[in-house]
């Protein structure tokens, strides 16, 4: 068997730690029954590209399971501790996950592994080898070819993918098969030479994992078929190898031991206690340097420059200087599993001499991967204060519409209660203050203040053991409504139906524009079903063509604009400029659905007959932005913040749970609706934020009479909609 070679394989060896703060227990690691992970990912990629492997690195899934069932779960290398993985005697079972899963790919490639080991109170290292899990196909037509066949295409599928070779298409792509399924089959499209339609069909019986499928086109002469010749499909089979190793190494971490480095210590001048900071790599440490205010004094040096010290390379005098003033520290490498640590104690007697105000701890931790360099830095803030609270400015995301969420850290022990006042600053009388009981929950107080009015600004202080705090102010966010939410307004765009006066105010669009190509309007005004103003829209799902030539289209409605037509397919840039946080949208909507008439091999939650489904979805959005990357979109209106591209062979679709995407909720419409208003149905779809600590950039609604209009899927279904509003 022909073995076809890629040169990308990704050794990830997995070093990070716990988010909270490790726990001062290292000196008692060895041992411990424990494993140390390293995932190496063999992968197809043809180019070697640190982005490529950087998410391989980012996106490994690790499970450890026992008897009894999943233990453990990691998600990226920054997730799998650095010190290990602690497990009793016993065997498991560790899976690894890399990459994406679809059905079918141009570009997405899967990785997976399935590794048993056993522990029995000793030090694993565990290699797991994550092998490609994808099905591969590529095509390559003889010479000869072009003589006798022309706008020619080949398609390669299973139940559930398919993928279009246009012409002489070089890319390879990837097939996940289904459970079910052990065959890819393939379809051979074109001219012949009379103007007339070829096709032949075939099937690659028994395909496997992690091997090549080339589908050779070839012309041999002297036969009746095409033009006086005949064209066969030749399959080479290859297994998909690589010959080149590259180390990913990550970079060290640095943790706060009891503590979340990451968190500003909060605490009352000599009463702080000993701390400990910890430094894990998986390669030998080459630098550790310290630098802190009271280092200097401590040491007896000056520090000009403010560079710090390097622990690993610091003088005999000036550690014996460290060791005195209370900074110790320990360094230890383990040469069968290439850990090294460090752990550095500030004891007691040196974090009590520190003043009352604000200290930073800057450490810098560094190992040599290859030709580069990784080096992590962190910060460790101090805020000491006798104050019993600490009140700050509060955090523009913590600020909603009609909310405000107050929290700080308690200082004192002896603190049991702890209150929060606020009044409108328009008004600023004395009895105006509203108190609030502030719930405390370890070192940490939190207020919620509720019935704010939108874009109004507020002060407020706390008072704790008759202490009253500094005032501070916020200011609400505004109540933003949809423009045209009533679906009012309505013009024309040459052929196509707009919900809009004209163009140039145009925030909702529709499939019109590729519809009205052949004569015909999917999203329409309607009078017959309505509840507020004149109109409501009506989205009518159908088949647009002349006889047989032609596609299903969903009736839809989208905040956004149509930005081209790719043949029979469109291109579409979703979302609008918002920046306010809504809790839900709130509408109106009679559907009545239809028998699924189209089906599609990329979508097996519906078959023919079924009962055709609806969906209203609503998503707020980042300011991230895509490119339509496509020479069919003018330059002024490629980016957007969703790109929607629903021909097969490059489609794109929305994800909602993607990284752009701040909060999201969907209505899903399974049978026909009834209502008292005007025979619509009322609804609401709360939103749910999966980020809550950044404000939106963008905002994202759509509607289709068919929830699978993007893969033309769905029958006659009808949808009216009306009077949209956002809840806040």
Same mark, same amino acid.
Request: proline letters at 3%; a negative charge; hydrophobic letters at 35%.
């Given at each position: 068997?022909?073995?076809?070679?890629?040169?990308?394989?990704?050794?990830?060896?997995?070093?990070?730690g716990c988010f909270a703060g490790c726990s001062d227990d290292y000196e008692s690691?060895?041992?411990?029954?424990?494993?140390?992970?390293?995932?190496?990912?063999? !992968?197809?990629?043809?180019?070697?590209?640190?982005?490529?492997?950087?998410?391989?690195?980012?996106?490994?899934?690790?499970?450890?399971?026992?008897?009894?069932?999943?233990?453990?779960?990691?998600?990226?290398?920054?997730?799998?501790?650095?010190?290990?993985?602690?497990?009793?005697?016993?065997?498991? /079972?560790?899976?690894?996950?890399?990459?994406?899963?679809?059905?079918?790919?141009?570009?997405?490639?899967?990785?997976?592994?399935?590794?048993?080991?056993?522990?029995?109170?000793?030090?694993?290292?565990?290699?797991?080898?994550?092998?490609?899990?994808?099905?591969?196909?590529?095509?390559?037509?003889?010479?000869?070819?072009?003589?006798?066949?022309?706008?020619?295409?080949?398609?390669?599928?299973?139940?559930?993918?398919?993928?279009?070779?246009?012409?002489?298409?070089?890319?390879?792509?990837?097939?996940?098969?289904?459970?079910?399924?052990?065959?890819?089959?393939?379809?051979?499209?074109?001219?012949?030479?009379?103007?007339?339609?070829?096709?032949?069909?075939?099937?690659?019986?028994?395909?496997?994992?992690?091997?090549?499928?080339?589908?050779?086109?070839?012309?041999?002469?002297?036969?009746?078929?095409?033009?006086?010749?005949?064209?066969?499909?030749?399959?080479?089979?290859?297994?998909?190898?690589?010959?080149?190793?590259?180390?990913?190494?990550?970079?060290? @971490? $640095?943790?706060?031991?009891?503590?979340?480095? %990451?968190?500003?210590?909060?605490?009352?001048?000599?009463?702080?206690?000993?701390?400990?900071?910890?430094?894990?790599?998986?390669?030998?440490?080459?630098?550790?340097?310290?630098?802190?205010?009271?280092?200097?004094?401590?040491?007896?040096?000056?520090?000009?420059?403010?560079?710090?010290?390097?622990?690993?390379?610091?003088?005999?005098?000036?550690?014996?200087?460290?060791?005195?003033?209370?900074?110790?520290?320990?360094?230890?490498?383990?040469?069968?599993?290439?850990?090294?640590?460090?752990?550095?104690?500030?004891?007691?007697?040196?974090?009590?001499?520190?003043?009352?105000?604000?200290?930073? *701890?800057?450490? !810098?931790?560094?190992?040599?991967?290859?030709?580069? $360099?990784?080096?992590?830095?962190?910060?460790?803030?101090?805020?000491?204060?006798?104050?019993?609270?600490?009140?700050?400015?509060?955090?523009?995301?913590?600020?909603?519409?009609?909310?405000?969420?107050?929290?700080?850290?308690?200082?004192?022990?002896?603190?049991?209660? /702890?209150?929060?006042?606020?009044?409108?600053?328009?008004?600023?009388?004395?009895?105006?203050?509203?108190? @609030?009981?502030?719930?405390?929950?370890?070192?940490?107080?939190?207020?919620?203040?509720?019935?704010l009015q939108p874009a109004t600004r507020y002060e407020y202080y706390a008072v704790? %053991?008759?202490?009253? !705090?500094?005032?501070?102010?916020?200011?609400?966010?505004?109540?933003?409504?949809?423009?045209?939410?009533? +679906?009012?307004?309505?013009?024309?765009?040459?052929?196509?139906?707009?919900?809009?006066?004209?163009?140039?105010?145009?925030?909702?669009?529709?499939?019109?524009?590729?519809?009205?190509?052949?004569?015909?309007?999917?999203?329409?005004?309607?009078?017959?079903?309505?509840?507020?103003?004149?109109?409501?829209?009506?989205?009518?799902?159908?088949? /647009?063509?002349?006889?047989?030539?032609?596609?299903?289209?969903?009736?839809?409605? +989208?905040?956004?604009?149509?930005?081209?037509?790719?043949?029979?397919?469109?291109?579409?840039?979703?979302?609008?400029?918002?920046?306010?946080?809504? &809790?839900?949208? &709130?509408?109106?909507?009679?559907?009545?659905?239809?028998?699924?008439?189209?089906?599609?091999?990329?979508? !097996?939650?519906?078959?023919?007959?079924?009962?055709?489904?609806?969906?209203?979805?609503?998503?707020?959005?980042?300011?991230?932005?895509?490119?339509?990357?496509?020479?069919? /979109?003018?330059?002024?209106?490629?980016?957007?913040?969703?790109?929607?591209?629903?021909?097969?062979?490059?489609?794109?679709? +929305?994800?909602?749970?993607?990284?752009? *995407?701040?909060?999201?909720?969907?209505?899903?419409?399974?049978?026909?609706?009834?209502?008292?208003?005007?025979?619509?149905?009322?609804?609401?779809?709360?939103?749910?934020? &999966?980020?809550?600590?950044?404000?939106?950039?963008?905002?994202?609604? @759509?509607?289709?009479?068919?929830?699978?209009?993007?893969?033309? *899927?769905?029958?006659?279904?009808?949808?009216?909609?009306?009077?949209?509003?956002?809840?806040?």
């Amino acid at each position: 068997m022909k073995k076809i070679k890629y040169i990308l394989s990704a050794i990830i060896v997995a070093v990070a730690g716990c988010f909270a703060g490790c726990s001062d227990d290292y000196e008692s690691i060895t041992g411990r029954g424990r494993v140390h992970i390293k995932a190496q990912v063999e !992968s197809d990629v043809k180019v070697v590209s640190r982005a490529s492997t950087d998410d391989l690195n980012e996106n490994i899934l690790l499970y450890i399971s026992g008897q009894q069932g999943l233990i453990r779960k990691y998600k990226g290398i920054s997730e799998i501790p650095a010190d290990g993985i602690a497990l009793v005697a016993g065997s498991y /079972v560790a899976e690894a996950w890399a990459g994406d899963s679809v059905s079918a790919s141009w570009d997405a490639r899967f990785y997976k592994t399935y590794h048993p080991f056993n522990i029995s109170g000793n030090e694993l290292t565990l290699n797991l080898r994550l092998t490609i899990a994808n099905v591969l196909a590529s095509v390559k037509y003889a010479d000869e070819v072009d003589a006798v066949l022309s706008d020619y295409t080949l398609t390669v599928s299973h139940p559930r993918g398919s993928l279009t070779f246009e012409g002489k298409d070089e890319r390879v792509g990837s097939f996940m098969m289904p459970s079910a399924t052990t065959d890819l089959e393939w379809k051979l499209q074109g001219t012949d030479m009379s103007g007339k339609g070829y096709t032949k069909t075939g099937v690659i019986k028994n395909v496997e994992p992690a091997h090549q499928y080339n589908l050779n086109i070839q012309y041999t002469p002297d036969n009746s078929e095409v033009g006086g010749g005949y064209i066969s499909v030749v399959v080479d089979k290859s297994e998909v190898v690589v010959d080149k190793t590259i180390y990913i190494i990550a970079p060290p @971490v $640095i943790q706060g031991v009891g503590f979340d480095i %990451n968190e500003t210590f909060m605490g009352e001048p000599g009463n702080v206690g000993h701390k400990a900071l910890f430094v894990s790599a998986s390669a030998e440490l080459t630098s550790v340097i310290l630098d802190f205010d009271e280092l200097d004094d401590l040491l007896g040096i000056s520090d000009v420059e403010g560079t710090g010290i390097d622990l690993l390379k610091m003088s005999d005098d000036i550690k014996n200087l460290a060791e005195q003033s209370g900074l110790t520290f320990t360094y230890e490498t383990d040469a069968e599993t290439d850990l090294s640590t460090i752990k550095i104690n500030f004891d007691e007697t040196l974090m009590n001499s520190l003043s009352e105000g604000e200290h930073e *701890v800057e450490i !810098s931790a560094s190992l040599t991967d290859g030709d580069n $360099i990784k080096t992590t830095e962190r910060v460790w803030k101090l805020h000491l204060t006798a104050d019993p609270v600490t009140v700050t400015q509060v955090p523009a995301y913590d600020v909603w519409a009609t909310t405000a969420t107050i929290s700080g850290p308690v200082n004192k022990d002896d603190v049991t209660e /702890v209150n929060l006042l606020y009044r409108s600053v328009t008004s600023r009388a004395d009895d105006d203050w509203t108190s @609030v009981a502030a719930t405390i929950t370890g070192k940490v107080y939190t207020a919620v203040l509720t019935g704010l009015q939108p874009a109004t600004r507020y002060e407020y202080y706390a008072v704790a %053991n008759d202490y009253s !705090s500094p005032v501070f102010t916020f200011t609400t966010e505004d109540t933003p409504t949809l423009p045209n939410g009533s +679906f009012e307004e309505w013009g024309m765009d040459g052929k196509a139906i707009i919900p809009a006066s004209s163009t140039d105010n145009l925030y909702w669009d529709s499939g019109n524009h590729g519809s009205a190509t052949m004569s015909k309007n999917i999203t329409e005004s309607s009078t017959d079903y309505v509840v507020d103003g004149n109109y409501s829209a009506r989205l009518q799902s159908q088949f /647009v063509g002349i006889g047989s030539i032609g596609k299903f289209a969903a009736g839809n409605i +989208f905040i956004g604009k149509y930005l081209a037509t790719d043949g029979m397919d469109g291109i579409l840039g979703w979302g609008r400029t918002f920046t306010a946080r809504p &809790k839900a949208l &709130k509408g109106y909507v009679k559907y009545t659905p239809a028998a699924v008439d189209n089906t599609s091999n990329d979508v !097996s939650e519906v078959k023919k007959g079924d009962l055709d489904q609806g969906i209203i979805y609503i998503a707020l959005l980042d300011n991230t932005l895509e490119n339509a990357n496509s020479n069919k /979109v003018d330059n002024s209106i490629k980016e957007w913040p969703v790109i929607v591209k629903t021909k097969s062979s490059e489609r794109k679709l +929305f994800n909602p749970n993607g990284s752009n *995407v701040i909060a999201y909720g969907e209505l899903r419409l399974k049978e026909a609706t009834s209502g008292e208003h005007n025979g619509m149905k009322e609804f609401t779809i709360p939103l749910e934020y &999966k980020k809550k600590d950044v404000i939106p950039s963008n905002i994202m609604v @759509v509607c289709s009479a068919s929830a699978y209009g993007d893969y033309f *899927v769905g029958g006659s279904s009808e949808m009216y909609i009306d009077n949209f509003t956002l809840e806040y």
